[in-house]
Structure formats: C-alpha cells, structure tokens
C-alpha cells in the first residue's frame, strides 16, 4: 500500500521521476499532511462518487513527503528529488541521479554516444507541460539538463527508461507514451505552487 501512496504523490510527475529543486527545507508537518491527502485520496477511489471530488496538494507537502516518507521508494542511484509546480500546467524537476549504472549497463558503442558522457552522481533536471484527462496523462518535455549542461531528449530518455524499469515494463517508460493516472483520478490540474487532484 505504501507504494501506491508514494505513487499517487508523485502522479502529476509521473512521466518524469526525475524531478527540479524548490527552495524550502522539507518539515514533518507537510510530510504528514500529504500522507493523509494521500490516504483520502486512496479511499475515496475505493468508494467513487458521482459528483467530483477535489484535493489540493501544495509543492512543500509534495516534496516532504518525497524527502521524508518516499526516499526508500525511490530507484537505487535516485536521490533528493524535489518537484516544482510552476503553473498552467508546467511542472519541473530535479534529482541527483547515479549516471555510472547507466553507463555499465548501455556500454557507450563510440565517442559520439551521448552515454559515454554520463559519469558520477550528477543533478539531472527536466521541466514540461502535463496534461491530464478523464484518467490519462500526458508529459511534454521542454528542456532537460545534466550537471546544469542542457541535454537532448534522447538522453533523458535513456536515463528515465533505465530508472523506471520493472519486471513488468522492462524498457521502462517512454516520455512520449500516454500514462494511466492511478486510484480513479480523473484530472491533475497544476497550478502556481500546488495541484488539484479531481476524482
């Protein structure tokens, strides 16, 4: 159950696990404050209603609760991501992400390879547009960067499919490919500082 929440707290970034910087210190209170949204949000799936139902999540609660409860969820090599909700549906994020375990697994075929750059433990940082619709989101990357160096697409890709394999998605996710959203969630409507979350 704990990673489902951990999923549903991270939904409106759910295309992009990696995720970019805000400037507060993450506090307990908001940690707390997210798992309860998040455990109304998970019971209220359970027993749908007809008319809609609507649950604001703030960027401070978001990133507690990854600091805080969500950090032994994250992929191995995956830490300190933090999520800002920049509005009209922009969203962004950033995490310090392990680029060496990438590199063993790919083996770079020539200098050209974007791969054979990727080394270290490096702050990776995307930013985008999410749209959201009876049930289905939809991610449109606008710029990502590596170790502050802007990056193209590919290689976000490449970093995003390695950390979010699974035994049932072994090429992990496509930036590109439409995504359920999870526990009846119609829409995420993101606005400056927080998202609405309407089931």
């Not at 209220?44 to 950090?71: H, I, Q």
């Not at 590109?176 to 927080?194: A, K, M, N, T």
């Amino acid at each position: 159950m704990f990673v489902s929440q951990v999923r549903l707290a991270t939904a409106f970034v759910a295309a992009v696990p990696i995720v970019i910087m805000a400037a507060e210190q993450p506090s307990r209170k908001d940690a707390d404050q997210m798992r309860q949204k998040v455990a109304a949000i998970m019971q209220l799936s359970e027993r749908p209603r007809r008319e809609p139902v609507k649950t604001t999540v703030t960027e401070p609660e978001v990133n507690a609760y990854l600091a805080l409860d969500a950090r032994n969820e994250l992929p191995a090599g995956v830490v300190e991501p933090v999520v800002s909700i920049l509005g009209t549906g922009r969203v962004a994020g950033r995490a310090i992400v392990d680029l060496d375990a990438i590199r063993k697994q790919k083996k770079p075929t020539s200098m050209l390879d974007p791969a054979s750059y990727l080394t270290g433990r490096l702050p990776v940082e995307a930013t985008g547009v999410l749209t959201t619709s009876n049930g289905v989101g939809r991610f449109q990357l606008e710029s990502a960067s590596v170790g502050g160096v802007p990056v193209p697409k590919m290689v976000l890709q490449e970093i995003v499919s390695h950390y979010s394999r699974t035994a049932q998605n072994p090429s992990g996710i496509n930036l590109d490919d439409p995504f359920p959203l999870p526990s009846r969630i119609r829409e995420i409507q993101v606005e400056r500082g927080h998202a609405v979350v309407v089931q």
